[in-house]
């Protein structure tokens, strides 16, 4: 009991008013790695995701709707017997890009398992040479593929670890390179309400694309989830909070809020601040029987287009 209040406080709404006041004030701010090639991995092809701002490494089984997806966010993330989960999506990204994505994860042996792939294509590049024409030669275009399998499991009741490993190849006009990763995860379930994940994404390396190889997008990224219920209006209320730390020391902070009510209707929004750029995201999502269809979009911040994403899961 506070006496000078006269309340007693609850230290989850404590924890919830913190983090909210972040979220308005400081979550969603990034950096682009201007480093890196392969940027489509930063990208993830789940629109809830996306909606959220791009946060995630903290979801959990409260948190609700599992699959191929999430894993790519964190590999850690456990459920006790999600079921099997099949999951398609479109993206169209900046620059009119089209992001493909395909997966299936179940449950089996103790383990969650998923595999996935990623297919990203560009096109309408002009072909030019050292001549000042002034029609191009013609057209080329660029394409990246991901395909990869992941596994996670309990190692205690509260923490469980994953891991993933994923092929990686990328064509742009004639050249042709490929490589591979690996991302680890883990994830503290501190109460049904709160949990804690972190990652080491896209430990790796790419052979030579002509002359030099693409480095890629290697983070270590930490968050936390939220996860809280209204029965007396039957809503859901999740909220996530990430930190990502890349190798050539750039920071990036983002996190999303999330209201479901009675598991059937969701939205969600989120925040980010790139390049001295204030980007909010969108989205919401629908579940009739098996299928969840979730829309997700991100506000430009340049002339490079509107990324609109659309994913839908279906649980057998």
Sequence with gaps: MNRNLGIIVDPMKKIVLTLSLLCLTSLGYSQEYRASGLAFLQVNPDSRLSALGGSGVGLGEQSGQMG???YLMNPAIYAEDPGTIVQAGHSIWYAEAGIEFLGIAF?????NWSTSITSVNLTGFELRDNRALDEPLGEFGAHYLRAGVHGSRAL????SAGARIDYLYEKIYYDMASGGSVSLGVQYEYSDQLRFGATLNHLGGMGKLHNESTPLPTSL????GISRDIPEINIDYNMFVDAAAYLDDLLAFSGGYE???QRFFAVR???QYVND????SFGAGIRWHNLIFDYGLVLPRHQLGTPHQFSVHLLL
């Design 68 to 70: 191929p997806g999430i």
């Design 107 to 111: 449950p089996a042996y103790g383990w």
């Design 156 to 159: 205690t009741p509260k923490i």
């Design 221 to 224: 990224q930490v968050g936390m």
């Design 259 to 261: 209201f479901v009510y």
């Design 269 to 271: 929004g989120g925040l």
């Design 277 to 280: 750029a204030v980007i909010p």
